[in-house]
């Protein structure tokens, strides 16, 4: 079987390393790629993931069998749809289903009509009204941009000034939504769909904000554990009663066909688990922390998913678990530099250690130089989550590149739970 992953970020280097160990596959491809992807397959530099035309051909010209599309960007403009139209298999929703991301307004109304226990919200399209609405409110609260923002259309402040210039400069090119802030602790909950039935994955949790102690502005994330300490057995069940089932029946009961990656941003509050979003891909970093954890061969973990037969899958989870570092670019989440060398990277030969590139590349001289804001995630495993941190944080210092920087308290706050 021949595979295309799309995507060049450390998610997709993941998918690559794991879809590698399988010998169900005779060909790898990765397009657009990175560094890293390059040791497990062939990139495909020039292959624009957005390009639906062009990754058609080379699926054709490839005799590619498989596509896992990793961004949300070609999902949202129906890349799916396109290679199905050519008998192409691939792992995604189609566009209309992929507006539960793509689209904040539409997957707000989705949880409202479906009964699933999200934040109260309030959508706006004119600034005027905005203003008014901001200005007789008091307390703390979020705005989300509605499309696609990369992990940046959204600000929680209790600043009016601060929300009133996000908002507007949203309201410049889209809609946004206006949502009550909730209080909790977050944790990522993957679901792998076949358009009937679903498998869930082990929760994770990621660490949006840029700085320790969850301070600092939001990215796309600095890090992830996996699995989490604090679900008990209960909080599963309630999380599956609450959210999970009334979005695979309100998928169902309004004819979106799904087979793909389902993702469920959740805020456990005092009041019970909450929907903070969904995205239908994989997460970055959650992926990291995801694949070595999957003992299952991905290749016939995809096929389960294409022919409906997800419930009957043996999937086989480690008992480990993983924490994921990501190292950034200097600057980032605001402006960073791109094209940086770098010096040197963890022994890729210790045990309990990996190392994903995102957006990396070969300059003329087949030196690696950084290509994005967060350049590197480095996972550690082990029994626990302590262990897997020692891990992890023994290889992070081996990432060596001008302006590189990392969290130091990744998984820190879940240690006492376990």
Not at 21 to 46: D, K, M, Y
Not at 186 to 191: D, T
């Amino acid at each position: 079987m021949k595979i295309l992953v799309l995507g060049s970020g450390a998610r997709e280097h993941a998918l690559a390393w794991k879809f590698a160990q399988s010998n169900r596959i005779s060909g790898l491809f990765i397009a657009p790629g990175n560094a890293g992807t390059e040791e497990h397959g062939v990139n495909l530099p020039h292959l624009n993931p957005n390009d639906v035309e062009a990754v058609t051909k080379a699926c054709k010209d490839r005799s590619i069998n498989l596509v896992f599309v990793g961004p949300e960007d070609p999902l949202a403009n129906g890349i799916v749809d396109a290679l199905s139209k050519s008998s192409i298999n691939a792992i995604g929703p189609g566009k209309d289903a992929a507006m539960l991301e793509s689209s904040k307004v539409f997957s707000k109304a989705f949880m409202k009509s479906h009964a699933i226990p999200t934040a109260g919200a309030k959508e706006f399209d004119n600034a005027a009204a905005f203003e008014k609405h901001i200005n007789r409110r008091k307390g703390r609260f979020v705005i989300k941009k509605s499309g696609l923002a990369a992990g940046k259309g959204v600000l929680e402040s209790e600043d009016k000034s601060e929300l009133l210039e996000f908002g507007k400069r949203v309201l410049e090119t889209d809609t946004l939504l206006v949502e009550d802030y909730l209080e909790g602790w977050e944790v990522s909950v993957f679901a792998l769909s076949d358009g009937v039935g679903y498998k869930l994955l082990p929760f994770c949790a990621d660490f949006k904000k840029a700085m320790d102690n969850d301070l600092g502005l939001n990215t796309g994330g600095m890090g992830a554990i996996c699995p989490v300490p604090l679900v008990s057995q209960s909080l599963e069940k309630l999380i599956i009663q609450k959210i999970v089932e009334p979005t695979f029946s309100g998928l169902k009961k309004d004819g979106l066909t799904y087979r793909g990656v389902v993702y469920f941003g959740i805020m456990v509050t005092e009041s019970g688990p909450k929907l903070l979003e969904y995205n239908v891909r994989f997460g970055d970093p959650e992926t990291q922390v995801l694949m070595p954890l999957i003992q299952s061969d991905l290749v016939s973990l995809c096929e389960a998913m294409l022919s409906g037969t997800i419930d009957k899958f043996p999937l086989q989870i480690s008992t480990d678990s993983a924490l994921g570092v990501v190292v950034a670019s200097g600057g980032y989440p605001d402006e960073y530099k791109k094209g940086v060398i770098v010096e040197s990277l963890p022994n890729p030969k210790v045990k309990n250690q990996l190392v994903f590139h995102a957006a990396t590349k070969r300059d003329d001289q087949g030196r690696i130089v950084t290509g994005g804001g967060r350049c590197f995630t480095v996972v550690g495993t082990g029994p626990n989550t302590l262990s897997a941190n020692c891990a992890a944080y023994k290889a992070v210092p081996d990432v060596v590149f001008e302006g590189a920087w990392w969290r130091h308290d990744i998984g820190k706050k879940y240690f006492m739970n376990e």
